[in-house]
Nanobody
Framework: QVQIVESGGGLVEVGGSLRLSCSAS????????IGWYRQAPGKQRELVAG???????DYADSVKNRFTISRDASKNTAYLQMDNLNPEDTAVYYC??????????????????????WGQGTLVNVSS
């Protein structure tokens, strides 16, 4: 079972920076996709930045040129460098990962099945 743990959230002033970390354990295989989502109070969860299954990066328009996602060579640890933060970035940030498996709960998937895993979230609070 894959476990996801996030860290690095906190309180920061407008214009400041934070670096979030996401670490996945419980598997010896490289994750197929990993990314960051966020959910602000009263809003739906949205993609912030992520590595796709094909290995490319994807960013929300609102964070382009301010946030940077990176990952270790092991591919099971990802980081989100957040610069020039503003109050609209205040949210709980979640790490999500995907792993392609052939077997799951006793069922064989000849073409594989992607399982998704979520962390518990880390709060980022940008004060104005």
């Amino acid at each position: 079972q894959v476990q996801i743990v996030e860290s690095g959230g906190g309180l920061v002033e407008v214009g400041g920076s934070l670096r979030l970390s996401c670490s996945a354990s419980g598997t010896t295989r490289d994750l197929d996709a990993i990314g960051w989502y966020r959910q602000a109070p009263g809003k739906q969860r949205e993609l912030v930045a992520g590595f796709t299954r094909e290995g490319s990066t994807d960013y929300a328009d609102s964070v382009k040129n301010r946030f940077t996602i990176s990952r270790d060579a092991s591919k099971n640890t990802a980081y989100l460098q957040m610069d020039n933060l503003n109050p609209e970035d205040t949210a709980v940030y979640y790490c999500r990962a995907e792993l392609l498996v052939s077997f799951h709960r006793g069922t064989y998937y000849p073409e594989g099945r992607y399982l998704e895993y979520w962390g518990q979230g880390t709060l980022v609070n940008v004060s104005s």
